[in-house]
């Protein structure tokens, strides 16, 4: 079942159980079961009523990677660093590695989706970085999703230290409606603190959301709200990856058709 098939299931179940924004909170529930979570062959899986693969996310902090290695050991996609705006001055940046890894990923034959590390304080900044993306996608197939990942930077000089919940959400759904515009699928990249203190899941539920939760011993997330997909750790170890690396379980079919 592809995510778009989900999202309809689970909006029909809550308006045949009449559900309203005022009755009960309208964001789907986590509704995978903590035991099938399990560890195989070095990657977390999931063993239950669901699709699991496996996959890695990837910029140019992970230098150069052996695409061929990192298949053959078990990996099945791979979402790569396209960009980034800068904290400072608000520059867009192409990451230095994205062509050689979307090309070594898709030659190696992962299936490739592509983030953006956003720091757009407004919706125009938002839609031009959605633009960037589009630009730099040319010529690539892409079959997983292409992620908005904002995330707040501490330092004193970060242009997006006092950006609210509101601004994230606006932003978030602006580039998301500028990318579905073009065909692709968009997907919103969080932790659980930044879910349930900053954005508004509600105006963003129509798109799939990447959990970024790091939980002990890989055990099952607590997190309470439906995920497409889900980070759990940032130190994983994958032949042909001479650093650490963000694991990642995908828990979805993607159709970009």
């Given at each position: 079942m592809s995510w778009k098939q989900i999202c309809m299931a689970l909006l029909l179940a809550l308006a045949l159980f009449g559900c309203t924004a005022g009755e009960v909170d309208p964001v789907p529930e986590n509704a995978y079961a903590a035991e099938h979570f399990v560890v195989a062959d070095g990657f977390l899986t999931y063993a239950g009523d669901a699709p699991s693969y496996v996959g890695v996310d990837v910029s140019s902090y992970q230098g150069e990677i052996d695409w061929e290695k990192v298949a053959a050991a078990g990996v099945d996609f791979a979402m790569i660093r396209l960009g980034f705006r800068g904290y400072t001055e608000g520059g867009l940046y192409e990451d230095a590695c994205f062509r050689r890894n979307m090309e070594g990923a898709l030659a190696a034959g992962l299936d490739v989706g592509v983030y953006f590390f956003s720091q757009a304080v407004s919706q125009e900044e938002a839609r031009e970085e959605a633009q960037f993306v589009l630009e730099h996608l040319e010529g690539y197939d892409i079959a997983y999703?292409?992620?908005?990942?904002?995330?707040?930077?501490?330092?004193?000089?970060?242009?997006?230290?006092?950006?609210?919940?509101?601004?994230?959400?606006?932003?978030?759904?602006?580039?998301?409606?500028?990318?579905?515009?073009?065909?692709?699928?968009?997907?919103?990249?969080?932790?659980?603190?930044?879910?349930?203190?900053?954005?508004?899941?509600?105006?963003?539920?129509?798109?799939?959301?990447?959990?970024?939760?790091?939980?002990?011993?890989?055990?099952?997330?607590?997190?309470?709200?439906?995920?497409?997909?889900?980070?759990?750790?940032?130190?994983g170890s994958v032949a042909g990856i001479s650093t650490p690396v963000d694991l990642n379980l995908c828990l979805t079919e993607f159709d970009q058709g």
């Open positions: 999703p292409v992620v908005f990942d904002w995330e707040r930077q501490s330092a004193q000089d970060s242009r997006t230290l006092e950006t609210d919940g509101a601004t994230q959400t606006a932003c978030a759904a602006a580039f998301c409606q500028t990318i579905e515009q073009e065909g692709y699928l968009p997907m919103v990249y969080f932790s659980p603190s930044k879910a349930y203190d900053e954005l508004n899941l509600e105006a963003l539920m129509e798109w799939p959301f990447w959990l970024a939760h790091y939980t002990q011993d890989w055990q099952a997330t607590s997190f309470r709200y439906h995920f497409a997909m889900w980070q759990y750790t940032s130190q």
